[in-house]
């Protein structure tokens, strides 16, 4: 028989008792600890509130199964109402990271042609080729400068420059110039907001921002700057663009790039457009290159792991002759690599979703409309889920039976992650030119875990050694 809601294990009796225990445990940096220890404690099923935040969570693939069977026509997130909060506040429109219902599923259909359609890797490639390229220069330069044949750094700052230049390139058809010695301040600026942005969330995922907003609190005030300073540069970016298109007379036929593509496709209203232009540049930026650090920082932990993705990539760079979709194609152990640092280190903590119809989960009734979490960061390291899940191996994924609801880093569905080609390919084009090119090696011994500021980060820096090969 099946068990009533009522009866899940959990601590849900208490939202504001809840708030108080988490935030001794400091709860809001150690979000996917506690989460891994509730599982620990309640099982693989668990229903919980903290402040006003209330969800029934789950870690088993065949239960995100269920889960995702059940997302309905329109799937819908938790919502994150500090930055509802700030487009109401400044009157601005919400882009297909913030809409539900038919308006998200209108803009979004639109928009998965230019963003997601494996026919636009085509136009992508050649221009995230050029950006890796000239990473690898600067690099190389660096190298040359520091007169010891090798560079020792965080690269953390260089990587998020080199996704900003990448997501810009795609969604502009225009380089900013991030790989040269001198850049734009506005650009630098626009990249410590979206740190910022972050940062400030997590807190008002468990306190309303309207309440802190009405005492004046810091963290909102910091927020709506951080947000002010991603709009105005992204609006910037958007005009330049948007008057280079007005004074064009011939269209040419060179790719113009996802905004452009999308102003001449004139299906999608202007301010529509501009706000998940927007939201796609500010998402482009923290995801990918804290995922690319900490795969460097993998590969400078296994030699032996990073011999073997080297002979891959020179192996595919002959096969295809430098055509570089082609040589995408033939690099499975470097994806499995990706796959391998997202299951450790996942951007998300969790993917939710409210449901839209009742489902049973481990023998419990969960009613239509409660906001269900798959534990992402909790599964990844679950031994019942990963066979020894704390070992880095990317080969595990060349088998199928690994695949299975398992690799869910960029969510799933119609609402997956809507910049998950340019990120992937980015992310595959940048590794590919890193080995080419340098070893990768680490510090002896810091074991660097990670902090939840919205998206999960590296806790303390991570310092690499790059050599030429
Ligand atoms: C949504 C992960 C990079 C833009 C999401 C979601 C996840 C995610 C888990 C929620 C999906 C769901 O609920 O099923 C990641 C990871 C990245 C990455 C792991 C890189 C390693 C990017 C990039 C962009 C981007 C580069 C922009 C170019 C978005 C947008 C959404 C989203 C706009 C909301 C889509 C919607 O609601 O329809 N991402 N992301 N992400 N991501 Fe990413
Ligand atoms: C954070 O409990 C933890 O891709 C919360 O590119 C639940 C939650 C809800 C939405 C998630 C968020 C978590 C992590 C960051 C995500 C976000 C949806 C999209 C966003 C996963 C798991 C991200 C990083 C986007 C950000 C776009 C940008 C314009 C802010």
Not at 39 to 55: A, D, H, V
Not at 160 to 180: D, P, Q, T
Not at 338 to 359: M, N
Not at 408 to 424: M, S, T, Y
Request: include cysteine; glycine fraction near 6%.
């Amino acid at each position: 028989i099946v068990r009533p809601f009522s009866e899940i294990p959990g601590l849900w009796k208490n939202g504001v008792v809840n708030l108080y225990n988490f935030w001794k445990l400091n709860g809001f940096r150690n979000l996917h600890r506690i989460m891994l220890q509730n599982f620990n404690t309640f099982g693989p099923i668990y229903r919980e509130k903290i402040g006003y935040y209330e969800s029934v969570n789950i870690i088993k693939p065949e239960d995100a199964a269920i889960l995702f069977k059940a997302e309905g026509h329109y799937p819908k997130r938790l919502k994150v109402e500090a930055w509802t909060s700030y487009r109401d506040y400044r009157n601005r429109k919400y882009g297909v990271l913030l809409k539900n219902g038919e308006d998200w599923r209108n803009n979004r259909v639109i928009l998965n042609k230019e963003v997601i359609s494996m026919k636009m890797l085509e136009n992508f490639v050649p221009l995230l080729d050029d950006v890796g390229q000239d990473f690898v220069a600067r690099v190389h330069k660096k190298i040359q400068r520091s007169g010891q044949n090798k560079w020792t750094t965080d690269l953390s700052q260089e990587l998020f420059k080199y996704a900003l230049e990448s997501v810009s390139s795609v969604l502009y058809g225009e380089r900013l110039g991030l790989m040269l010695d001198y850049i734009d301040p506005e650009a630098q600026r626009f990249i410590d907001c979206i740190t910022l942005m972050f940062k400030t969330t997590s807190p008002m995922l468990y306190i309303p921002p309207a309440l802190l907003r009405q005492v004046g609190a810091k963290v909102w005030r910091d927020h709506v700057q951080a947000w002010d300073g991603i709009f105005n540069q992204a609006d910037r970016c958007i005009q330049n663009i948007y008057r280079q298109l007005r004074q064009e007379t011939e269209t040419s036929k060179e790719y113009p790039g996802v905004l452009g593509s999308l102003l001449l496709l004139d299906k999608l209203s202007i301010e529509d457009i501009k706000a998940s232009v927007t939201e796609l540049m500010a998402g482009g930026v923290d995801t990918t290159s804290i995922t690319l650090l900490w795969t460097l920082y993998e590969l400078a932990r296994h030699p032996n792991l990073q011999e073997e993705l080297r002979a891959e990539v020179a192996a595919a760079r002959t096969a295809s002759q430098g055509d570089m979709l082609d040589m995408l194609k033939r690099i499975p152990l470097v994806k499995g690599a990706l796959k391998e640092t997202l299951r450790l280190h996942p951007v998300a903590v969790s993917l939710q979703r409210y449901i839209a119809e009742d489902i049973i989960i481990q023998n419990y009734h969960i009613p239509a409309g409660t906001l269900v979490q798959l534990g992402l960061y909790a599964m990844g390291r679950d031994p019942k889920v990963f066979f020894r899940p704390e070992q880095y191996l990317p080969s595990r994924w060349l088998r199928t039976e690994t695949q299975y609801f398992r690799s869910l880093g960029f969510g799933f569905g119609p609402r997956q992650c809507l910049g998950r080609r340019i990120a992937e390919t980015e992310m595959q084009i940048f590794l590919i030119h890193m080995l080419e090119n340098f070893r990768i090696e680490k510090q002896r011994n810091v074991e660097v875990q990670s902090t939840f500021e919205l998206i999960l980060l590296p806790d303390k820096p991570i310092i690499l050694t790059l050599k030429p090969l």
